[in-house]
Every structure is written in C-alpha cells, then in structure tokens.
Nanobody
Framework: QVQLVESGGGLVQAGSSLKLSCAAS????????IGWFRQAPGKERAFVGF????????YYANSVKGRFTISRDNAKNTVYLQMNSLKPEDTAVYYC????????????????????WGQGTQVTVSS
C-alpha cells in the first residue's frame, strides 16, 4: 500500500495562488494514478483532477480547468496541485488519492474508485 500526506493549504484571498503537495511513501509511486478531490463543509467530496503514472496526461473538472494544474515528480514521490485565480468557492479540504489503475478517465472522477487517501489540507479563499 501507499501512504499519502497533503500539505500546502492555507488562507488566501480571491485571485491569488496556492500550491499543494501530496507526498507518497510505502509504495511504488510511479505505479499509481493520483487524484485530487475537495470537500467543502456540508458537501460531498468532489473531483478536482487526476494525473496518470508518467505525468503525461491530466484530467480536470470543469470547475477548475484552466486555473488548476496537476504535476508529478516521481523521483520525489510527490504530486502537486497548482491552484491559480482562486475563488471563494474553491474553499474546501483538499485530498489526494491513489489507485493502481489504469481504467477509463470517468472511473477516476469518482472518489470511491481510489483505495488510498491522504488526511487532507484546508484551503480557504476569502473574498
């Protein structure tokens, strides 16, 4: 199995940027597809995006497309979520998740398709 730890969250104002990290250990990092999800208070966990094993392909939810970028550095066992032009509606706890895959893109937009999860990091965007 793989263990995941998110970091980098914080309180920022609308329009600013923030970069989250997802550090992995305990597994072969390059064998996992890594997804990002977020959960706002009172809402279900929602898909943000995912990145494939090599980092050559990413897929994003429409709500973040063009603003968020996922990248990975397999040598460092880390996946990043660069968030730009943040909006108050981006406020949530952000989680990274891992799955051995590969399956279809639609498969990885659902939280229940991932077996391994980090503890989450809070992102708050003020207006």
């Amino acid at each position: 199995q793989v263990q995941l730890v998110e970091s980098g969250g914080g309180l920022v104002q609308a329009g600013s940027s923030l970069k989250l990290s997802c550090a992995a250990s305990g597994g072969t990092f390059s064998s996992y597809i890594i997804g990002w999800f977020r959960q706002a208070p009172g809402k279900e966990r929602a898909f943000v995006g995912f990145i494939n094993r090599s980092g050559g392909m990413t897929y994003y939810a429409n709500s973040v497309k063009g603003r968020f970028t996922i990248s990975r550095d397999n040598a460092k066992n880390t996946v990043y979520l660069q968030m730009n032009s943040l909006k108050p509606e981006d406020t949530a706890v952000y989680y990274c998740a891992a799955d051995s895959g590969p399956y279809s893109s639609s498969w990885y937009t659902r939280a229940d398709r991932y077996d391994y999860w980090g503890q989450g990091t809070q992102v708050t965007v003020s207006s």
